[in-house]
């Protein structure tokens, strides 16, 4: 039964700390996304990782990092530097062919910064 | 710099009727672009795509079209269902150089359909 999985589906932190939301997929996919999630504002790009060992910033990556050291998971780490954590985080993934990319999205993680 | 617009926060139709759902793009360089249905607290839901050498695709109840002079995009739902409320996106996408199998959402309009 393939899939994305994001864990844990709520989370809270406290300010100053660091948070990584997980986000793991079985479609054998190449690309992998985050995007953050808030209300009026659609959804906005992270960070993304077309091959293993390899990613981009996308719009809005400061205050966040991530790693891809295997093709199936992509973390997302939410550092204190990042001055308003809370929202919904959407993690995805693609396989890019040709000009066609349908991603595929996680069922998404809600921070709350307490 | 909003490259993906849907200018309508909201949209209210009756069941039966038809919903058009419509978006914007600026960036030229686009040439792919996709509908995703969004319920509360989920992720998105791929809906529909279209590509830039056609101007409509069709599945079901759900049609997309693209006006790329114009650079524009509508969604139709007919007949449109209570079960269809949900928020709308579009994306865009672009074949080649940095920005290759990135999408860019629009803002997501909330359709509600009444019974």
């Known amino acids: 039964d393939g899939g994305i999985t994001q864990s844990p589906k709520y989370l809270f932190r406290k300010e100053g700390q660091n948070v990584t939301l997980s986000c793991e997929q079985n479609?054998?996919?190449?690309?992998m996304y985050w995007y953050r999630q808030d209300p009026g504002q659609g959804l906005r790009l992270i960070y993304y990782?077309?091959?293993?060992?390899?990613?981009q910033k996308g719009d809005i990556a400061e205050g966040y990092s991530v790693s891809r050291e295997k093709k199936e998971s992509f973390p997302l780490t939410v550092t204190s530097a990042q001055k308003n954590p809370t929202a919904f985080y959407l993690c995805?993934?693609?396989?890019?062919?040709?000009?066609?990319?349908?991603?595929?999205f996680g069922q998404g993680t809600r921070l709350t910064v307490v | 710099d909003q490259q993906v617009k849907q200018n309508s926060p909201s949209l209210s139709v009756q069941e039966g009727r038809i919903s058009i759902l419509n978006c914007d793009y600026t960036?030229?360089?686009?040439?792919?672009f996709l509908w995703y249905k969004k319920y509360p607290a989920e992720g998105p839901t791929f809906l529909i795509s279209?590509?830039?050498?056609?101007d409509k695709n069709e599945d079901g109840r759900f049609t997309v079209f693209l006006n790329k002079s114009a650079k524009h995009l509508s969604l139709h739902i007919v007949p449109s269902q209570p079960g269809d409320s949900a928020v709308y996106f579009c994306?865009?996408?672009?074949?080649?150089?940095?920005?290759?199998?990135?999408?860019?959402f629009g803002q997501g309009t909330i359709l509600t359909v009444h019974p």
């Open positions: 995805a993934s693609s396989m890019p062919k040709g000009y066609r990319t349908e991603a595929f």
């Open positions: 479609l054998n996919h190449d690309a």
């Open positions: 279209i590509s830039s050498i056609k």
């Open positions: 994306a865009a996408s672009a074949a080649g150089g940095t920005s290759y199998g990135k999408l860019t």
């Open positions: 960036n030229s360089m686009f040439d792919y």
């Open positions: 990782s077309q091959i293993v060992n390899d990613f």
